[in-house]
């Protein structure tokens, strides 16, 4: 599996041992949003504000590739729906571990939404992928949510540390989960998950310190960083805010300390 360690080493930081993804994935499910017009452009920033890895289609790795800069880690997303959709959270396989090989990727994501009235063949598919990974050793991030007409709130802690585990459970690497609001609540997603937790940036937030405020939260609770897209690529300022977000997660700074570097 040493394939796989060196792999993780592109997308986790070595040292710190915690990671900044920025997901890059939503063309699919909602078009050429503003952030994500020009992918070169638009990684170029991210990357360039100290993020570890990106998530991006394989549709996209041509067009988002650069050829000058700094290196990123690239996980190639392997799910899809779109809002166009009967169910957007019907979430189905649209590309292969074996592609993303060929491509270069250095992990693979997938998106499992529990509680959707298709999440049983979700399930079978993230089963059939993480074998994939095992038989490359590709690492492989899985995004867990709790979305359906049954889930009465997404972030509740009961549904998102089974999402987590279920993660966990089947072979995930890396688990992204929503965060539940507070340290004292997400340490209990830690607790019974044995892989590397990342949270989701979620919709875009109002303020920076709002933001700033859950990924500190996170961290104290045992998180292993962020996986966070909109309030990152649509920030008026994408390489600050990457920037205030590593000095937090990398270099455990205060709140206070990476609003500074907000306004320079």
Sequence with gaps: MVGKEIRLERIINRNSGRTI?????????MGPIPGLTDMTMAIDRVVNGGANAIIMHKGMVKAGHRRSGKDVGLIIHLSASTVLSPDPHDKVQVCTVEEAVRLGGDGVSIQVN??????SRMLEIMGAVVKSCRDWGMPLLAMMYTRGKGIKDQYDVAYVKHAARVGAELGADIVKVNYTGSPESFKEVIAGCPVPVVIAGGEKM????ELLTMVEGSLTAGGCGVSI???????KDPIAIIQSINSLVHENKSIEDALKLLDK
């Design 229 to 235: 897209g909109r309030n990152v690529f649509q920030h």
């Design 206 to 209: 109002e303020t920076d310190q």
């Design 114 to 119: 529990l509680g959707a009235p298709t999440d």
């Design 21 to 29: 993804i920025v997901p890059m994935d939503h063309g699919i499910t």
